[in-house]
Structure formats: C-alpha cells, structure tokens
C-alpha cells in the first residue's frame, strides 16, 4: 500500500510541477475543485465504510466462496458479471461493498467481471445522465454493443492469471 | 450552531444521508446477528481501512484535477471529432481512457460531438473507456481500495473493451435501422 501511495504522490508531484510551469492562472480553480471533491469524498466515505465494515461482519464467506470465488471459474465470471449489472450505486458506495465481497473470498478474475460489469451497465448512471443527454436510442445502441465485455473482461482475466498469477 | 436557517451545507446531501442509512441499516442487522461487539469491530474496521484508503484517495483527487486542469476540454472534443472508422474508435478509447472529467462534463461532450457528426463508434468507445478503462477512476477509487495488482489486472483486461464496443456500435448503426441515431431530437 505505501508503495501505490509513493507512486500516486510522485505522480501528482509530477503533475503540479508541470501546471506551475504551464498553466499557473489555473492553479486556484484547481484547488478549490480539490478541496470540494474532497469534501465530498471525506464526508461520504466514512459512511459507505462504515457500511461495508458492518456487512462484512455478516457476509459470510460460504456464500460468496462457491459462486464467485477463486475456484469458481468461468461460471464465477457469468455470475459477477450479472451481479455487477445490477449495482445501483456510483464509486463512493460501490468500491466499498466490493471490498465486502473481496475480503469474503471473492476471485481476481471474478472481481473484473463484476466492477467491469458495474462501469459498463451502471444503472444509475444512465437514468441521471445518459437518458437524459442522449436519448433511449443512443442507450440502445451502447448497451447493445457492450454488454458483451464484462465476459470478455472476465474471462481474459481468467487467462491472464492462468499463465501469470497476480 | 443554532444560527436561524443558516445555508444547507452543499455536501450534507441527499448522497450523504442514503449512505447513512445504508450505514445504519447494516449495522442494525450487525448488532441483531453478531450481538453490540459489532460496533466496536466495524469501528475498529473503518479506522484501519480509513488509514489506508484515505490518503491514496486525496492523492487521486489531487491528480484527477490537475489533469482536469492540464487537459482541456477543448481537446478533448477536438481530438474526438476528426476521425472516423477504426482510427477514430482508437483515438476516442484512449482519450476516454485519459480524461478525468466526471459524467456531467462527460455526456455534454458527446451530445454536442454526435450532433456534429461524429461517428457512433467513436462516441460509445469514448462512454466505454472513460466509464470502464478511465485512468482517473483507477486512481481514485481501483487502486486504493482493492491495491496495485488488482488495479493492473483490471486495467490490462479492461483495454480492448471499448475498441470492440465501438467496432460493434458502428456495425449495428449501419446495419439496422433501429440502431441508427437522429441526433436533432436524440433526447
């Protein structure tokens, strides 16, 4: 963890250098869009964890194991990616149920299905935004060519811890 | 604090309190099936969770925006736009794939793209990879709470996605009706 922490500051690091030096008019702005997200963040997440810290005192192990662990297999994916389609939620509460399902013995492989699942489908998302904006007909369309790539994110993880583990 | 009305904090919202009751709910049920330790776990959960996870969060917002900042949105429409066919899919999966922006600036930019023409392929590969790829998510969100090797995995297995979702979304505009997109009354 204190590695991905080391990377992530050099990289913002990286990148306040280079606004310094090439855009430093925006600099406010871009500190005040800081300071609100994480606002926002640092107000919501203690309650989403708090959630998920209770769910998985209760969330035992023997019913997510046999669908969707590690040993579950291809028939683990279609399950996560079927679960993750109906994930109502945006990041906020989905990342830390996920965590729930994870510590419980969920799979690698499977795990991808279901976020990839959720990024694609997102429920919430297309009836607050894309609806709205674009219409039924361009919901059609996307969904019509996406449904597909949770599997294929599912299964191509599958492939790839097979030949190196993770 | 007991100021006459003073201005609903922007932040105490409707998102906030779902989270609570979520949060009160679970622990409801925690306290009736584990007995009130549950409390003092789940607390003890949160905290050693909160360590970690919080500080990698203010990282990623620090880098989501100065990549907002960096990027505009100018180029982001601009980089869209020009190209069609497979090359255009390429350009739009790996724009969507950089761009930090959230939905409400991302959903602007492809109505405005589609109603000037931009190919159907390009614009689902672009909803695609900023939805399902997106750097920015993985730094917020992939990588702090679920760690470094899983985040890569979901990264590297995420990659061809919205390349075949835009192929697809191209093959079904021009080959069904029903697919096809009138931009001028699209809402």
Same mark, same amino acid.
């Given at each position: ?56 005192l ?10 969707i ?22 990041p ?10 994870? &510590? ?20 919430? &998302? ?41 | ?34 007995g ?5 776990? $789940? ?12 500080p990698? /969060? ?27 066919g ?5 350009? $739009?999966?790996?724009v ?8 409400f ?14 190919? /159907?392929?390009?614009?689902?590969a ?29 990264f ?32």
């Amino acid at each position: 963890m204190t590695m991905s922490l080391l990377i992530i500051a050099t990289i913002a690091a990286l990148l306040g250098v280079i606004a310094i030096l090439r855009k430093p008019e925006g600099i406010p702005g871009a500190l005040v869009d800081m300071r609100n997200q994480m606002l926002m963040f640092g107000l919501r997440l203690p309650p989403a964890l708090l959630a998920a810290a209770f769910l998985s005192l209760i969330v035992p192990a023997e019913y997510v194991v046999p669908y969707i662990g590690a040993e579950s297999g291809w028939q683990g994916v279609l399950i996560a990616s079927l679960f993750g389609a109906f994930i109502p939620g945006g990041p906020i509460l989905t990342f830390p149920m996920a965590l729930v399902l994870w &510590r419980a013995g969920a799979g690698e492989a499977q795990m991808v299905a279901l976020l990839a699942s959720w990024s694609v489908f997102a429920v919430h &998302r297309v009836i607050s935004y894309e609806l709205p904006f674009l219409g039924p007909r361009f919901v059609l369309v996307r969904l019509s060519s996406s449904w597909i790539l949770p599997l294929v994110s599912g299964f191509l993880a599958l492939v790839l811890l097979l030949i190196h583990p993770f | 604090m007991s100021s006459p009305t003073p201005k609903r904090s922007p932040f105490v919202d409707g998102g906030f309190l779902f989270l609570s009751a979520i949060a009160l709910g679970a622990g409801v049920l925690a306290v009736v099936i584990r007995g009130p330790s549950a409390i003092g776990e $789940a607390v003890g959960i949160v905290f050693s969770d909160a360590l970690f996870i919080l500080p990698l /969060i203010a990282m990623g917002v620090v880098v989501g925006s100065l990549f907002t900042l960096l990027v505009p949105r100018e180029a982001v429409s601009r980089y869209l736009g020009q190209q069609a066919g497979i090359k255009g899919i390429l350009i $739009a999966s790996f724009v969507g794939t950089v761009m930090p922006a959230g939905p409400f600036a991302a959903f602007p930019i492809v109505l405005a793209l589609g109603r000037s023409g931009a190919a /159907i392929g390009a614009l689902v590969a672009f909803l695609t990879a900023w939805a399902a790829v997106g750097l920015h998510r993985l730094f917020v969100w992939e990588l702090p709470f679920m760690g470094g090797e899983f985040a890569a995995l979901r990264f590297i297995t995420s990659l061809p996605v919205p390349v075949i979702a835009g192929l697809l979304a191209d093959r079904l505009s021009n080959g069904f009706a029903v697919f096809r997109i009138d931009w001028e009354n699209a809402q």
